[in-house]
Each structure stands twice: as C-alpha cells, then as structure tokens.
C-alpha cells in the first residue's frame, strides 16, 4: 500500500521511500524517514495534492510522489 492510497483519517507506518533520488532526498529532509507513522488530512477537490501529516511539518505531497511513500 502506499500514501496516495490513504482516504483522510487514515495513517500508516513507512516501510520505504522510493523514486527519483532527488525526490526521495527532500521527502527524508522534509521528515517522511522510514519508521514514521504518517496520516492523511485532506485531499484537494479534485483529488490531487493531498495533506498529510508525519516526521515533522504538515506536508502537502502530490498524488505521484505519494505514490512513492510505501507502507507497512
């Protein structure tokens, strides 16, 4: 399962960070590291970018790259 396929409310814990290494460099700076229990907070009307919050700041994180965050 992955990020992008959380509804609002729903958390999950992260098995891995996967795609572009630049990408998953900022995501590790932005605080999603492995281990960290992560929950989605909204989703835009039309359904991309989506709000979540975990690691560190409340983050919103395109459908794509979400699709990046695998869970546990």
């Known amino acids: 399962m992955t990020l992008a396929e959380l509804t609002p409310g729903q958390s999950g814990r992260i098995a891995s960070v996967t ?3 630049a990408l998953v460099q900022r995501l ?3 605080g999603l590291c492995d281990g960290d229990e992560v929950e989605v907070l909204a989703v835009a009307p039309l359904g991309d970018p989506i709000g ?3 690691g560190g700041p ?3 994180l395109r459908k794509s790259d979400a699709h990046g965050v695998i869970l546990e």
């Open 28 to 30: 590790y700076e932005l």
């Open 52 to 54: 979540v919050r975990g």
């Open 19 to 21: 795609g572009e290494p």
């Open 58 to 60: 409340r983050l919103s």
